[in-house]
């Protein structure tokens, strides 16, 4: 299986991800024979069916599996030491898992919006420049994604960052800046994986798989879009917020069940300014590995006409 590369922000080098199933990805979405007859027949079974990933993720809730925590802790190097609890009654418990607030540290400058969870990170200034970030050649598409002209519509010129999380990442998102969040509008859709071996070979994903999409009026950035996407064995997306009230910046906005998942955040023309860094590496084709909590960009400040 392709091996796949990203960049640690905490030390500028270049890494490459353990991945965890890969057995199970290499078979679905290899470049074998074999992979590519059982993903023709099993792939789209699993994708459109949902009780399979409601079954796994039932089998995760089970007291039984409590005992995959420490090896997992141990293969994936995760420091317990950030965890609020210690016992877990299951493997979904853990990977539900709430962490200290000191071990994420909010940027308290309210003109720096921060990273909505902890992933790999894909930034782009103009959603219009987006095309081809996982394969040249795919083309985004914003309306697919939104599944509203209009909102497409007013967000076509803006900003888009793209947040991957592994099964080894602490999986709650939460606000990238104060504001008032609308109710999230879910939108039924497959679950295939987020992966980008799977991404490389169909970028569609983010657009065909389950997603909500919320509203958030903010003062200093304008409005933005927050997208959650669901992925293979991720049965539920849960939001923990209160719509139509003020939340605060890295306030908790929900959190995923078991399996990998995606955060997309949409920003209108003109209202943020992403890091030259996380720039640099998107053009690349690189994703940028980065904590919940640290900053990505900045509010462009209005000249006085």
């Not at 199933?21 to 679905?28: H, T, V």
């Not at 089970?62 to 877990?88: R, Y």
């Not at 995923?256 to 640099?280: K, M, N, R, T, Y």
Request: hydrophobic share 40%; charged share 25%.
């Amino acid at each position: 299986m392709q091996r796949i590369e990203y960049i640690d922000r905490r030390t500028g080098k270049r890494e490459e991800e353990k991945i965890y199933g890969r057995w199970a990805l290499s078979l679905l979405y290899g470049e074998t024979v074999f992979s590519r007859l059982f993903s023709f027949f099993f792939l789209p079974l699993l994708v459109r069916v949902p009780w399979f990933s409601r079954m796994y993720g039932l089998l995760q809730k089970n007291p039984s599996s409590q005992k995959k925590i420490a090896p997992f802790i141990a293969a994936f190097a995760i420091d317990p030491t950030e965890f609020v609890e210690k016992n877990f009654a299951s493997f979904n418990d853990f990977f539900i898992r709430k962490l200290k607030k000191e071990s994420r540290p909010i940027d308290p400058d309210p003109k720096r919006l921060v990273f909505p969870a902890d992933g790999r990170y894909l930034a782009f200034q103009n959603i219009q420049n987006s095309d081809g970030f996982y394969v040249k050649g795919q083309r985004f598409c914003l309306l697919s994604l939104l599944g509203e002209k209009a909102l497409a519509e007013r967000f076509e010129q803006g900003s888009m960052l793209v947040a991957r999380l592994c099964p080894t990442d602490y999986h709650r998102f939460h606000f990238p800046s104060k504001g008032v969040p609308k109710k999230a509008r879910p939108v039924e859709g497959l679950l295939f994986s987020v992966n980008p071996v799977a991404l490389r070979q169909r970028l569609s994903i983010l657009w065909e798989n389950k997603r909500t999409v919320t509203e958030i009026h903010t003062d200093d950035f304008g409005s933005l879009l927050y997208i959650e996407v669901g992925a293979t064995c991720v049965g539920s997306i849960h939001q923990t917020y209160l719509p139509e009230t003020t939340v605060e910046k890295g306030s908790e906005k929900g959190f995923f069940s078991f399996g990998g998942s995606c955060v997309i955040l949409l920003f209108e023309p003109g209202c943020i300014q992403f890091d030259a860094d996380l720039i640099h590496h998107s053009k690349r084709g690189l994703e940028t590995m980065a904590f919940f909590g640290s900053s990505f960009g900045a509010k462009i400040e209005k000249k006085n006409q």
